[in-house]
């Protein structure tokens, strides 16, 4: 009578998915595991929707062409669909129909995106849209529906996504991908993440530092040219305009035959 008593009630086993193939290195307590992973990662211009994961399908055959309704079917339940240029609401809505987990495409228009989330299409506050929570991006159709991401590579409008990124995961057709969108209240400046990884996980003894060089063919990541593919120039150098200050820059040229000195980080470097 003037004891305390406690009572604890069961708790069900719980199942957390890893979204990636790899192998357990660590376990930490109460809170998951660490993994080790093989595979390439693709940095994004935007991110919509939840953290996702499938087989990855192509649904078209250049990147310049526009994911359309009539191209989805059935077979691509469950999987995450690589697109082209763009996709439209018909698009969207058809991939929810079909339960297709996630899509990829070069770009979107703010638009047809306000269009699929219930917005008027004349409405001027396009931005109360965008300050959503990006992981809410599904819910104007309602609980039942099974969530859509949808990862862009190249930004707004209608930008066809770049070469070497589509001809790669072409080349990935039927590896698992999964999109991580970052779990921040600010879509437009999160920056999403696919990765691609493969069931057979390489030893240390396989890895490769990758040596940028003369002809190192990379995508710019930073915001002011997102989604250019380049041609580096040189190896990693001091950035001569700020001496004293450590930052490695590498000098890169783009299509139309101009250089310019970039910082390493905002390379995302396409192995030959």
Do not use: K
């Not at 079917?73 to 129909?97: N, Q």
């Not at 109360?128 to 991006?137: C, G, H, I, K």
């Not at 041609?231 to 450590?246: I, K, M, Y």
């Amino acid at each position: 009578s003037t004891g305390v008593a406690t009572l604890t009630p069961e708790g069900s086993p719980q199942t957390l998915y890893s979204m990636i193939y790899g192998e357990v290195d660590s376990v930490l307590e109460r809170r998951g595991v660490s993994l080790r992973a093989s595979g390439s990662r693709v940095q994004g211009a935007l991110g919509l929707g939840r953290d996702t994961y499938g087989e990855l399908r192509t649904a078209v055959d250049r990147a310049d062409r526009e994911l359309t309704a009539d191209m989805l079917i059935p077979d691509f339940r469950d999987c995450i669909i690589l697109g082209g240029m763009t996709v439209g609401t018909s698009a969207l809505r058809r991939l929810l129909e079909i339960g297709a987990r996630g899509v990829i495409v070069g770009s979107i228009s703010d638009g047809e995106t306000r269009r699929f989330l219930g917005a008027a299409e004349n409405d001027p506050a396009s931005m109360l849209v965008w300050s959503r929570r990006p992981r809410e991006f599904d819910t104007a159709h309602g609980a039942a529906t099974q969530a859509l991401t949808v990862f862009v590579t190249e930004g707004f409008g209608r930008r066809r996504m770049a070469q070497p990124v589509f001809q790669f995961l072409t080349e990935q057709e039927g590896q698992n991908a999964s999109i991580v969108v970052p779990d921040t209240d600010d879509v437009l400046t999160s920056r999403p993440v696919l990765y691609v990884t493969s069931q057979t996980i390489s030893g240390d003894d396989s890895l490769q530092r990758v040596n940028v060089q003369d002809g190192t063919l990379a995508r710019l990541v930073d915001p002011e040219h997102l989604g250019i593919v380049v041609t580096c120039r040189s190896g990693v150098l001091d950035d001569p305009s700020r001496p004293g200050l450590a930052r490695d820059v590498v000098d890169v040229e783009f299509s139309n035959g101009t250089r310019s000195l970039v910082p390493a980080q905002s390379l995302e470097i396409f192995l030959p």
